[in-house]
């Protein structure tokens, strides 16, 4: 990483064992469950972790960059405890206060912050590395177990697009592409449904995926769309 460390070099185990940082992973999950919203809990904010680090590692960037992004990923949807609307911004300026009072680096604070503060499609960026690699992380977790709602007769059209994947791989081909490749049942929803809700997140892993030398690939059934 660039810059001269002038703190401590906070680690994703730090963040682990952080309780104040369960808390608010639980408690913003629980927002969302009364707004209706997909599982953001704790096996989504572990997958995204891991995947950002794996994106960034198998890229060959430094082990440093993937453990950053790996606290990132873990802390990237805690301002949703505040408000969905923004979340991104004020999940940034939480994890800040956080980091901060744990005695992080400057330069991996800013590092992190800034990939937080970019996660959210409608305001985000792929601003450096991590934030790419978050963005592509968050933006590919779809999957049916993400879905709380049993009740087929009331699912939306969220539900029925994410309930839709059986099967969900993010394949990394250096200096080539990153490739989405989704298994989608479309007696539940249709392939035109899932742009209809994901074509600006699509677009976004597309930016990322450039940040990072690559091009951005969506398969479904077999058939590559992007």
Same mark, same amino acid.
């Given at each position: 990483?660039?810059?001269?460390?002038?703190?401590?070099?906070?680690?994703?185990?730090?963040?682990?064992? @952080?309780?104040?940082?369960?808390?608010?992973?639980?408690?913003?999950?629980?927002?969302?469950?009364?707004?209706?919203?997909?599982?953001?809990?704790?096996?989504?904010?572990?997958?995204?972790?891991?995947?950002?680090?794996?994106?960034?590692?198998?890229?060959?960037?430094?082990?440093?960059?993937?453990?950053?992004?790996?606290?990132?990923?873990?802390?990237?949807?805690?301002? @949703?405890?505040?408000?969905?609307?923004?979340? =991104?911004?004020?999940?940034?300026?939480?994890?800040?206060?956080?980091?901060?009072?744990?005695? =992080?680096?400057?330069?991996?604070?800013?590092?992190?912050?800034?990939?937080?503060?970019?996660?959210?499609?409608?305001?985000?960026?792929?601003?450096?590395?991590?934030?790419?690699?978050?963005?592509?992380?968050?933006?590919?977790?779809?999957?049916?177990?993400?879905?709380?709602?049993?009740?087929?007769?009331?699912?939306?059209?969220?539900?029925?697009? @994410?309930?839709?994947?059986?099967?969900?791989?993010?394949?990394?081909?250096?200096?080539?592409?990153?490739?989405?490749?989704?298994?989608?049942?479309?007696?539940?929803? =249709?392939?035109?449904?899932?742009?209809?809700?994901?074509?600006?997140?699509?677009?976004?892993?597309?930016?990322?995926?450039?940040?990072?030398?690559?091009?951005?690939?969506?398969?479904?059934?077999?058939?590559?769309?992007?």
């Amino acid at each position: 990483m660039a810059g001269e460390e002038t703190g401590y070099r906070i680690t994703f185990q730090d963040i682990l064992q @952080n309780e104040a940082v369960k808390t608010y992973i639980q408690k913003a999950d629980e927002s969302l469950i009364a707004l209706g919203y997909t599982e953001h809990s704790f096996p989504h904010v572990m997958k995204v972790a891991r995947t950002a680090s794996d994106i960034l590692l198998t890229l060959g960037y430094s082990e440093r960059e993937a453990e950053l992004a790996r606290i990132a990923g873990y802390l990237h949807d805690i301002g @949703n405890v505040i408000n969905r609307i923004d979340h =991104a911004q004020s999940g940034a300026v939480m994890a800040f206060r956080i980091l901060d009072n744990m005695g =992080a680096d400057p330069q991996d604070i800013a590092t992190i912050i800034t990939a937080i503060g970019n996660h959210d499609e409608s305001t985000a960026f792929p601003v450096n590395p991590v934030a790419a690699a978050l963005i592509l992380a968050d933006k590919t977790d779809v999957r049916y177990t993400r879905v709380r709602n049993q009740d087929f007769a009331s699912f939306d059209i969220h539900d029925r697009v @994410n309930y839709s994947v059986k099967e969900s791989e993010i394949e990394i081909v250096k200096d080539s592409h990153i490739e989405l490749k989704l298994k989608i049942d479309t007696e539940m929803c =249709a392939v035109m449904d899932y742009f209809e809700i994901f074509l600006n997140r699509m677009i976004l892993c597309r930016k990322a995926a450039e940040k990072l030398g690559l091009e951005f690939w969506l398969v479904i059934n077999g058939q590559r769309l992007i």
